[in-house]
């Protein structure tokens, strides 16, 4: 398992660059390519498409990180599942809701970092597995603002909690991949630039 610390929830809090409200929706497609792990050790690619409609505000983030801080990712997910910021779909799968967005500035690239309720199969229900523990999708892209064009990577089931980072000593919020890999975004465009 892989884990990313501070990314999304408070470098959503920290951005001075990020955008609270849209004019208009923007819409991003591309290829996922995803790796298998486990027994399954095939490597899938899809298309995707991200359709962005808004993003949280500073004091939406930061209820949503004291909601962390004190009650975990359960309570945290339950406060924010009705959100509609957007959606975002992979191939034929009906597309997931985004309850959390934020833009900023990377690099000289606009940054998208997002989450969701991922997919969940009956299997994984029936059988009670731990991949349950899981329940966000994450993404996070970088375009090019000059050619609407760039690449990401996409966590299929991830886990986000309060915990202090070993090496500064502070509290972080960590999101976790339950996969061994992340999966990448690629060839990504950006739809109807003005």
Same mark, same amino acid.
């Given at each position: 398992?892989?884990?990313?610390?501070?990314?999304?929830? =408070?470098?959503?809090?920290?951005?001075?660059?990020?955008?609270?409200?849209?004019?208009?929706?923007?819409?991003?497609?591309?290829? =996922?390519?995803?790796?298998?792990?486990?027994?399954?050790?095939?490597?899938?690619?899809?298309?995707?498409?991200?359709?962005?409609?808004?993003?949280?505000?500073?004091?939406?983030?930061?209820?949503? =990180?004291?909601?962390?801080?004190?009650?975990?990712?359960?309570?945290?997910?339950?406060?924010?599942?009705?959100? $509609?910021?957007?959606?975002?779909?992979?191939?034929?799968?009906?597309?997931?809701?985004?309850?959390? =967005?934020?833009?900023?500035?990377?690099?000289?690239?606009?940054?998208?970092?997002?989450?969701?309720?991922?997919?969940?199969?009956?299997?994984?229900?029936?059988?009670?597995?731990?991949?349950?523990?899981?329940?966000?999708?994450?993404?996070?892209?970088?375009? $090019?603002?000059?050619?609407?064009?760039?690449?990401?990577?996409?966590?299929?089931?991830?886990?986000?909690?309060?915990?202090?980072?070993?090496?500064?000593?502070?509290?972080?919020?960590?999101?976790?991949?339950?996969?061994?890999?992340?999966?990448?975004?690629?060839?990504?465009?950006?739809?109807?630039?003005?």
């Amino acid at each position: 398992m892989k884990t990313f610390r501070n990314l999304i929830i =408070v470098s959503m809090v920290t951005a001075a660059a990020s955008i609270s409200a849209f004019a208009q929706s923007e819409t991003y497609t591309g290829t =996922v390519i995803s790796y298998g792990s486990g027994t399954n050790i095939r490597t899938t690619s899809n298309t995707f498409t991200l359709n962005i409609k808004g993003t949280m505000s500073d004091s939406d983030v930061d209820r949503a =990180v004291a909601i962390l801080q004190e009650d975990g990712q359960d309570a945290l997910l339950k406060s924010i599942r009705t959100n $509609d910021l957007g959606n975002f779909s992979v191939g034929g799968r009906l597309g997931r809701d985004l309850i959390g =967005v934020r833009i900023d500035e990377a690099g000289g690239k606009k940054r998208i970092r997002a989450i969701f309720e991922r997919w969940i199969n009956f299997g994984e229900i029936r059988g009670g597995y731990r991949s349950l523990d899981y329940p966000f999708g994450y993404l996070e892209i970088l375009i $090019d603002p000059a050619t609407g064009k760039g690449e990401g990577t996409f966590l299929e089931a991830a886990k986000i909690r309060w915990k202090r980072d070993k090496s500064s000593n502070q509290y972080v919020v960590e999101i976790e991949d339950f996969g061994t890999f992340p999966a990448r975004l690629m060839g990504i465009s950006q739809r109807n630039r003005t």
